[in-house]
């Protein structure tokens, strides 16, 4: 099963996608859409189904949380992400250039919309994912290789945070501590340290 899932992205992949998708077309959109998957462990549906209220404040200033709601995510997984500092830029960023936009409407616009639509499918972030990765030759790495690797990552790191697994699983959206664990790229080094910490 291991093998089938997506692949993680090493620290110099996610530096490699993150540089390539400054040179883009839309390069704003582009950048938060990934930082929403490799930052905030979002879903292609849950980037797709992202709106602007799930981010700001009463006043229209940008919060520190992600209150991502039932309807814009799998199942009953709504959650509230905590907004990485890398992310939260890239969304100052892109909604400097969303309010420059005559029609935006903080209470209704999407996050992330296509040039012809104000919002856009699941299908299409996943498809936009595959196409940045095959052009990079990253192989076995799809719109899930993101949210895998926020996932592992944030359990390497939460002791460290004074937090448990079951963060980890809060912040995932996942019902089971099993799903988290099945989402968390082992480590041989890691378990060859850590043996020697016992």
């Known amino acids: 099963m291991i093998s089938k899932q997506a692949k993680v992205l090493n620290d110099s992949q996610v530096r490699a996608i993150h540089s390539f998708l400054r040179a883009t077309r839309n390069s704003n959109r582009d950048v938060v859409i990934f930082l929403l998957s490799v930052k905030a462990g979002l879903r292609a549906k849950e980037i797709a189904s992202l709106t602007w209220k799930m981010i700001l404040n ?3 200033s940008l919060g520190d ?7 814009a995510s799998k ?4 959650r509230v992400i905590a907004l990485n500092k890398v992310l ?3 969304l100052e960023t892109l909604l400097v250039e969303e309010r420059s936009r005559k029609r935006f409407d903080q209470e209704t616009a999407f996050v992330i919309r296509t040039e012809r639509s104000t919002s856009t499918s699941p299908q299409v972030i996943v498809n936009m994912f595959q196409s940045w990765y095959r052009r990079l030759g990253f192989i076995g790495c799809s719109s899930h290789s993101g949210r895998r690797t926020m996932i592992t990552n944030a359990a390497k790191k939460v002791s460290v945070a004074g937090g448990s697994l079951r963060d980890v699983q809060l912040l995932a959206g996942h019902k089971s501590l099993q799903t988290t664990q099945r989402y968390i790229e082992y480590d041989t080094d890691a378990q060859r340290r850590l043996v020697n910490l016992i």
């Open 58 to 60: 009463s006043d229209g």
């Open 65 to 71: 949380t992600i209150n991502l709601t039932d309807i």
């Open 75 to 78: 199942g009953k997984s709504g």
């Open 88 to 90: 939260k830029e890239g």
